[in-house]
């Protein structure tokens, strides 16, 4: 019964842990100053979301603790 739980709790840890890579590496809060001075077509000035991130955030040297964790988890779900 613990080992299912804890397969659980890695599985999804890993999951989080993978979410928050793709999600912090970026500034959204501070755009860059050359942005700044720049207005869109529709007369607003820049947005906080970025134009495009690539894909950059799906490396596996980035990635490799949460992938680490969710194997560890899915392994104790299958054998627990």
Do not use: H, Y
């Not at 842990?17 to 820049?46: H, K």
């Amino acid at each position: 019964m613990w080992t299912i739980l804890v397969g659980a709790v890695l599985f999804v840890c890993g999951m989080l842990f993978m979410a928050r890579e793709a999600l912090v590496r970026r500034d959204l809060s501070n755009p860059s100053p050359q942005s700044q001075d720049r207005i869109d077509q529709g007369g607003t000035g820049p947005t906080l979301e970025p134009k495009r991130q690539g894909l950059g955030f799906l490396s596996l040297a980035r990635n490799w603790p949460g992938l680490a964790l969710m194997a560890v988890g899915a392994v104790l779900l299958l054998f627990g």
